[in-house]
């Protein structure tokens, strides 16, 4: 049972890192389409 809630809490700090690293992204590239276009 350890395994299990070892295996989530590393899947959850997994997904929080991808979802920083996704809206760190997609500000990066609305910043680049407004400076392009503005």
């Known amino acids: 049972m350890d395994g299990v809630l070892a295996a989530l809490m590393t899947?959850?700090?997994t997904t929080i890192k991808a979802s920083e690293e996704a809206k760190i992204f997609?500000?990066?590239?609305?910043n680049r389409i407004?400076?392009?276009?503005f």
């Open 34 to 37: 407004a400076n392009n276009y």
């Open 11 to 13: 899947g959850m700090k």
């Open 26 to 30: 997609s500000t990066w590239v609305g």
